[in-house]
């Protein structure tokens, strides 16, 4: 198991620890406040649950060794269940709250013990940014890519994508919540109480349509980093002195899996077929060395492309 694997897994665990508690403490709240946005959170928080099982399924699914029906593993299972992930987000997350929303707002029934309710968003908004804080840390370790923005374009954890997407759309949304249960509870009015939920499942709603289609990039089949073609390209010359890359592809086939294959033109400098594979041999081997994720690579020795 990869460190950055490792790291994934216990950042999944954080978060599905913290949010079954803040799913249960925001439940007990939303029912004795008959705060719609509570509620809305709520859900918000059995969702996340949910989806970090399915990470965990997927993580558990994703090292089955390659067998004859799937020879390159099972490592886009991981990218099948964060899908998964998004889609629950969408349903049960997203559309719920606004359905409640707007349900509330016709329903004008008044926010009780708004106090109570105040005090559960705050002891979730701790809770949300310890996880928040520990995907964080789990983020710069892995990240080689600068922005945080040019990380989520560029990683390929899907796991860890989804982590960081959720505990920030979740941090957004208690900030939400709690904005607009102090407005009803200022105002009396709970026309803030039923924005806030409505307001909560557009945030999850939007996260989850960026978060479906980073997804889809990484289950289509995503180059992988350009580091490992730069490197190839430069070993090539190392042990062939006029030979050169023909063909490169480096296909992400898991979360930290990559499939590496290329056809290499020798030169003429090389003097037999034995001296060209001994070569070959040698340059596979620091290849993989170099990058851990490749689990597969194939090399060809061509004249053209």
């Given at each position: 198991?990869s460190?950055s694997h490792?790291?994934?897994?216990?950042?999944i665990?954080?978060?599905?620890?913290?949010?079954?508690g803040?799913?249960?403490a925001k439940l007990?709240?939303?029912i004795?406040?008959?705060s719609?946005s509570?509620l809305?959170?709520?859900?918000?928080s059995l969702?996340?649950s949910?989806n970090q099982?399915f990470?965990?399924?997927?993580n558990?699914?994703?090292?089955?060794?390659?067998?004859a029906k799937h020879p390159l593993?099972?490592?886009?299972?991981?990218f099948f269940w964060?899908?998964?992930?998004?889609?629950?987000?969408?349903s049960?997350?997203g559309?719920f709250?606004i359905?409640?929303?707007?349900?509330?707002?016709h329903?004008?029934?008044e926010?009780?013990?708004p106090l109570l309710?105040?005090?559960?968003?705050?002891?979730?908004?701790?809770?949300?940014g310890?996880?928040?804080?520990?995907c964080l840390?789990?983020v710069?370790?892995?990240n080689q890519?600068g922005?945080?923005?040019?990380?989520f374009?560029?990683t390929?954890?899907s796991e860890?994508?989804?982590i960081?997407?959720?505990?920030?759309a979740?941090?957004l949304g208690?900030?939400?919540?709690?904005?607009s249960?102090?407005l009803a509870?200022?105002?009396g009015q709970?026309f803030?109480?039923?924005?806030?939920?409505?307001?909560v499942?557009v945030?999850?709603i939007?996260v989850?349509i960026?978060?479906?289609?980073?997804?889809?990039s990484?289950?289509?089949g995503?180059?992988?980093?350009q580091?490992?073609q730069?490197?190839?390209e430069?070993?090539?010359k190392?042990?062939f002195p006029?030979g050169?890359?023909?063909?490169l592809i480096a296909?992400?086939t898991?979360s930290d899996?990559v499939?590496?294959?290329?056809?290499?033109h020798?030169?003429n400098t090389?003097?037999?077929?034995?001296?060209?594979?001994?070569k070959v041999n040698a340059?596979?081997?620091?290849?993989?060395?170099?990058?851990k994720?490749?689990r597969?690579?194939?090399v060809?020795?061509d004249?053209?492309d």
């Amino acid at each position: 198991m990869s460190s950055s694997h490792g790291g994934s897994i216990k950042v999944i665990v954080t978060a599905l620890v913290a949010n079954l508690g803040i799913a249960l403490a925001k439940l007990v709240g939303a029912i004795i406040s008959g705060s719609a946005s509570l509620l809305a959170e709520s859900i918000h928080s059995l969702v996340d649950s949910t989806n970090q099982v399915f990470l965990l399924i997927g993580n558990k699914k994703s090292q089955k060794p390659a067998d004859a029906k799937h020879p390159l593993g099972y490592g886009r299972e991981a990218f099948f269940w964060s899908f998964m992930v998004a889609i629950l987000l969408f349903s049960m997350g997203g559309l719920f709250a606004i359905y409640e929303g707007f349900h509330k707002l016709h329903d004008n029934s008044e926010v009780n013990s708004p106090l109570l309710g105040f005090v559960i968003l705050l002891v979730s908004v701790i809770l949300e940014g310890y996880s928040f804080w520990a995907c964080l840390q789990e983020v710069k370790n892995q990240n080689q890519f600068g922005t945080l923005w040019n990380w989520f374009k560029n990683t390929k954890n899907s796991e860890l994508v989804v982590i960081f997407t959720e505990d920030a759309a979740a941090l957004l949304g208690l900030l939400i919540a709690l904005i607009s249960l102090s407005l009803a509870w200022i105002t009396g009015q709970s026309f803030w109480d039923s924005l806030g939920s409505i307001l909560v499942g557009v945030v999850l709603i939007v996260v989850s349509i960026l978060l479906s289609i980073e997804v889809k990039s990484f289950i289509i089949g995503e180059s992988s980093t350009q580091e490992i073609q730069l490197f190839v390209e430069k070993e090539v010359k190392q042990y062939f002195p006029d030979g050169r890359v023909l063909k490169l592809i480096a296909l992400q086939t898991g979360s930290d899996e990559v499939m590496l294959s290329y056809k290499l033109h020798p030169g003429n400098t090389i003097k037999s077929l034995d001296e060209a594979i001994d070569k070959v041999n040698a340059l596979e081997k620091k290849t993989k060395e170099t990058f851990k994720s490749i689990r597969w690579q194939f090399v060809e020795l061509d004249k053209e492309d």
